[in-house]
T-cell receptor
Framework: GAVVSQHPSRVICKSGTSVKIECRSL??????MFWYRQFPKKSLMLMAT?????????EQGVEKDKFLINHASLTLSTLTVTSAHPEDSSFYIC???????????????FGPGTRLTVL | GNSVTQMEGPVTLSEEAFLTINCTYT??????LFWYVQYPGEGLQLLLK?????DKGSNKGFEATYRKETTSFHLEKGSVQVSDSAVYFC??????????FGAGTILRVKS
């Protein structure tokens, strides 16, 4: 099956610093990538959708200046948490999708997630 | 808005026991329904899906039936194995392909 990797798997940083998380589709080209955030004992919440070569679409309530998303190629998307604070500590998960056929579900393939801890 | 509610875990079972994980949903239209599984250290994987009422999704011995009248999509397996230990997520998607997830249920199977 399609494989999606994330790097790093966990990161600890000081408050006020920025952290970059990479999401790569290893054996397919992803026209669309998604970024999710998961709180303990809570569901995954979609943060943003990014299409290769265009600006990301952010969900309501997600600060786009804080969570910068870049999808520069068909196999790589990055999420940068800028000026991180302890409340940004969370589990961040990306997914990638090949196509976008209208009216049907197009399967997303998920990365293993990145645990961010901000001290 | 759309939402998914699934039973809280963890669910702890002995090997070969019967498994049910309840999932109910709220949606404005007619969503597709999914179960995802996340094994330790891995990404979420699609386990099974159903796209319309009364459809039954099945895979690896797991089954779930799309029940429109009760807005439910309960996951079942007749005989669980230790290797089924994982986190299970119920999810829905409407036309825009945006996935809405439940909180996840941890399943622990003891030998």
């Amino acid at each position: 099956g399609a494989v999606v990797s994330q790097h790093p798997s966990r990161v600890i940083c000081k408050s006020g610093t920025s952290v970059k998380i990479e999401c790569r589709s290893l054996d397919f080209q992803a026209t669309t990538m998604f970024w999710y955030r998961q709180f303990p004992k809570k569901s995954l919440m979609l943060m943003a959708t990014s299409n290769e070569g265009s600006k990301a679409t952010y969900e309501q309530g997600v600060e786009k200046d804080k969570f910068l998303i870049n999808h520069a190629s068909l196999t790589l998307s990055t999420l940068t948490v800028t000026s991180a604070h302890p409340e940004d500590s969370s589990f961040y998960i990306c997914s990638a999708r090949v196509g976008a056929q209208a009216g049907v579900y197009n399967e997303q393939f998920f990365g293993p997630g990145t645990r961010l801890t901000v001290l | 808005g759309n939402s998914v509610t699934q039973m809280e875990g963890p669910v702890t079972l002995s090997e070969e026991a019967f498994l049910t994980i309840n999932c109910t949903y709220t949606a404005t239209g007619y969503p597709s329904l999914f179960w995802y599984v996340q094994y330790p250290g891995e990404g979420l994987q699609l386990l099974l899906k159903a796209t319309k009422a009364d459809d039954k999704g099945s895979n690896k011995g797991f089954e779930a039936t799309y029940r429109k009248e009760t807005t439910s999509f309960h996951l079942e397996k007749g005989s669980v194995q230790v290797s089924d230990s994982a986190v299970y997520f119920c999810a829905l998607s409407e036309k825009g392909n945006k996935l809405v997830f439940g909180a996840g249920t941890i399943l622990r199977v003891k030998s």
